[in-house]
């Protein structure tokens, strides 16, 4: 579905992100004068859900984020909890240091083309999320070495090490990792024991960012209204060799390296010791992971020809 440019637009900017890039879309932003910007700045403790409130009793029409996947996951949360099915179109402006999602949704990487695309007309993507508690998953909710990476982290690494920083944080928790034997419900059914080194569940089928472009089973469309969970093999020497010259070459994982199941409504994962988790890039918890599918729940602005 078209979608007309916006009159008043709800800009929602992380000034950490992506080194300066995030600084560098408010500097741009406040240069605007049409569309009429509201310009609201994150901060640690950042009320979402209050801020997009006041937004919509202003009469925005659009809300936009610029930041990473995590403050996407922020805002589409935020919205989602003051506007439920009612959502408005949704923009993003991906500067962060993974930006995975905007991958596969087409969106420009360069500020000049997101700005355009996230202030201008475009198409509208109403792609399915997955409910984790208060939160929307975007990218994945996951357990394990990556959960422990993003929590040891930090902010100076984005910066000073961009995507690396997640894979030398990953890799160093992966070589702690040993197998869990997973305890996977879908739709209530009685469990399914799966042995990995780490369990996700996604509504989007991203995985990664490889070569700039992001790395998705091609068999998961984000709006086939289906949710997913994957649980990672036990990496064995030769299946880890394996494992990273896919990375290198761009082409992901490999496919025997996952183990994928797929329900209509809700999925949940345990685990008989609790693990970290995450969501989109930011701690979560522990385990038990439950999601729910949302399908068709964010109407996100794509390029028309996406």
């Known amino acids: 579905m078209d979608v007309p440019a916006p009159e008043r637009v709800l800009a929602i900017v992380n000034p950490a992100s992506g080194a300066r890039r995030g600084r560098s879309v408010i500097e741009r932003l406040r240069e605007i004068r ?10 640690p403790d950042f009320d979402f859900a209050r801020i997009v409130e006041q937004g919509v009793a202003n009469g925005i029409d659009r809300i936009m984020v610029a930041g990473g996947d ?36 087409g969106i420009p990487h360069r500020l000049p083309q997101a700005l355009k695309l996230a202030l201008g007309p475009g198409k509208i993507w109403p792609i399915d999320l997955a409910q984790v508690g208060d939160h929307f998953s975007v990218l994945r909710v996951s ?28 890799f160093q928790s992966l070589r702690r990792v040993r197998p869990t034997e997973y305890l996977i419900s879908l739709d209530g059914q009685p469990p399914i024991r799966a042995e990995g080194v780490l369990a996700f569940i996604t509504s989007t089928g991203a995985l990664t960012m490889v070569h700039g472009r992001s790395v998705i089973n091609e068999a998961i ?37 996952i183990m994928y199941f797929s329900a209509h409504k809700r ?25 729910d599918l949302m399908p068709g729940a964010l109407p996100i602005v794509v390029p028309a020809h996406k």
Do not use: C
């Open 221 to 257: 469309r984000p709006d086939d209204g289906l949710l997913y969970a994957g649980v990672v093999r036990p990496l064995l020497p030769g299946r880890v060799l394996n494992g990273f010259r896919h990375f290198l070459t761009g082409n992901g994982l490999p496919p025997e390296a």
């Open 34 to 43: 049409i569309p009429d910007i509201t310009l609201q700045i994150t901060t």
């Open 267 to 291: 999925i949940v994962i345990d685990t008989a010791r609790p693990e970290l988790t995450q969501i989109d890039g930011d701690p979560l918890g522990t385990t038990p992971l439950i999601a």
């Open 143 to 170: 357990t394990s070495f990556e959960a422990e990476a993003v929590r040891n982290i930090t902010n100076e690494d984005k910066n000073r090490l961009g995507l690396l920083a997640y894979g030398i944080s990953g």
């Open 70 to 105: 995590g403050t996407l996951m922020g805002g589409v949360s935020g919205a989602r909890q003051v506007l439920g099915d009612d959502m408005l179109p949704f923009a993003w402006v991906p500067v962060g240091t993974g930006n995975i999602v905007s991958g596969f949704l």
